[in-house]
């Protein structure tokens, strides 16, 4: 069964850090472009970043470049999200997708339609 499972969430004061992981089972994740996405209360979801399936090409918006980095790690069918210098308006449930390498288009990296699989989600609770 293919399976996306988000962990490392939780409360920090503003200007700490967390990293958040998830770990892919049940499909050949190499072939994957993966991304990290967010949504907050009363808020669209939004992509907070991406990765290519080797790992060489990133995506982030504006309102997060310079503070959040996204890796993967192909052997451990696992993907990061570090966060660093947190904001209060971080704070949001996170999840991971994964879009299949066929059908990516990286002008568009923030589509949740480009996405095949969803996991659960890990909140993060930033305070001021």
């Known amino acids: 069964q293919d399976q996306l499972v988000e962990s490392g969430g939780g409360s920090v004061q503003a200007g700490g850090s967390l990293r958040l992981s998830c770990a892919a089972s049940g499909y050949t994740y190499r072939i994957y472009y993966m991304g990290w996405f967010r949504q907050a209360p009363g808020k669209e979801r939004e992509g907070v970043a991406a990765i290519s399936p080797g790992g060489v090409t990133t995506y982030y918006p504006d309102s997060v470049k310079g503070r959040f980095t996204v890796s993967r790690d192909n052997a451990k069918n696992t993907l990061y999200l570090e966060m660093n210098n947190l904001k209060p308006e971080d704070s949001a449930m996170y999840y991971c997708?994964?879009?299949?390498?066929?059908?990516?288009?990286?002008?568009?990296?923030?589509?949740?339609?480009?996405?095949?699989?969803w996991g659960q989600g890990t909140q993060v609770t930033v305070s001021s």
């Open positions: 997708a994964a879009a299949h390498r066929a059908s990516w288009d990286g002008a568009t990296w923030y589509a949740e339609a480009l996405y095949n699989y």
